[in-house]
Structures are given as structure tokens and as C-alpha cells.
């Protein structure tokens, strides 16, 4: 019974935090001690807790998965493809391979996760108290002239062709990236 509330506590701390920028499994692991909740049943069930949250990333992004896994588009140099994506896996993966056994013993440890944990609060505190604030209104109106051209150049020359007139869109002060042009980048709005 007692891992019953165990699991539901963990689930509830995963819950709140796997959409937060906090490390969700660091606080599963902290949680987890706390509780005594430790072993290969707790190990498993953090596995099996995560498998929604990564489900919700493959529905989220269904097209783009759909896209890659087309046999089609296995082999493409450019662009997303099943190569590219093992190409980009393959150092983590080896890494991971070679230092297992350290990454498990060490870096999976209650005191290491606190202290990562607080190192990256104090980071992000101190981005924070270092980024410049300002308004629509103290950017120069010409400073979206240069990005979306610089913008347009590297796409040309990584895509070898150039976006659509009919990608960017000025009005007033604002400067649209519309979605599903050439590449999938963020909007641009000043």
C-alpha cells in the first residue's frame, strides 16, 4: 500500500513539474529518496511516469515524426530525415553507452541532483537579473530590416532557395514570420 502513495505522490510532483523549466526527474529522484521510494521498482516507474509526457511530444509533433519516418525522406542530407536524426543521436548515445555506469551511479544520486538543481536555479536568477528589458517601442524600426535579410541569406544558402515573397509580411512596426514558410523558425514580432 505504501507504494501506492509513494507512486501517486511522485506522480504528482512529475505532473507539476515535467512542463516547467526544472528538472522534473531531479525532483522525482529528491522526492523519491525522501520517501524511501528507491530500487528498480521506483527506477521503472520513473521511466513509465515519463512515457506520457514524451507521447505527448510525438502527438504534439505527429507531422513532423510522420515526415522523418517516411522512407522517403530516410536518407536526405538536408533537412530532417531518419540520417540526420541518427547523426545528431549518435554522440549522446555513445557517450551514454561509455559512461553509464557513472552517469547512473553519480549524476543519479540525491546530492548531485540538489546540487545541480541549485546551480541551475542560481544561473537562471542571474540571466535573468543580467537580461536587458526593454519595450516595442525603444527598438530602432529599422532593426527588422537587417535580421530578416541576414534571416533570408542563411536560409538561401542552407536550403538553396530563397522563401517566398509571400513568407514575410510588414506591417506597421511588425514584422511576421508566417508558419510553414521556408524554415520552422520561432515569429519574429517587433
Known amino acids: ?15 507539476l513539474t515535467e512542463y516547467i523549466p526544472v528538472s522534473s526527474t531531479g525532483h522525482m529522484i529528491i522526492v523519491g529518496h525522501m520517501l524511501g521510494f528507491e530500487g528498480t521498482l521506483a527506477d521503472l516507474f520513473d521511466v513509465f511516469i515519463q512515457l506520457g509526457a514524451i507521447l505527448s511530444v ?5 507531422e513532423k515524426f510522420a515526415f522523418i519516418l517516411n522512407t522517403h525522406h530516410w536518407f536526405r542530407t538536408k533537412g530532417p530525415s531518419l540520417l540526420n536524426l541518427a547523426i545528431a543521436m549518435f554522440p549522446a548515445c555513445l557517450l551514454g553507452l561509455v559512461f553509464h555506469g557513472f552517469i ?3 549524476l543519479f544520486g540525491p546530492m548531485t541532483v540538489i546540487i545541480g538543481l541549485v ?19 525603444d527598438v530602432d524600426r529599422t532593426l527588422p530590416v537587417p535580421l530578416s535579410l541576414a534571416w533570408l541569406f542563411s536560409k538561401r544558402q542552407h536550403h538553396r532557395r530563397q522563401p ?27
Open 104 to 106: 547512473k551511479n553519480t
Open 58 to 62: 510525438l502527438v504534439v509533433y505527429r
Open 164 to 190: 517566398a515573397l509571400g513568407d514575410l509580411q510588414k506591417s506597421g512596426s511588425r514584422l511576421h514570420l508566417h508558419h510553414g514558410s521556408s524554415a520552422d523558425v520561432p515569429c519574429l514580432h517587433l
Open 1 to 15: 500500500m505504501y507504494d501506492y502513495f509513494c507512486a501517486f505522490i511522485v506522480g504528482v510532483v512529475e505532473g
Open 119 to 137: 546551480l541551475g536555479g542560481i544561473f537562471m536568477i542571474a540571466a535573468e537579473k543580467m537580461h536587458k528589458h526593454f519595450s516595442v517601442t
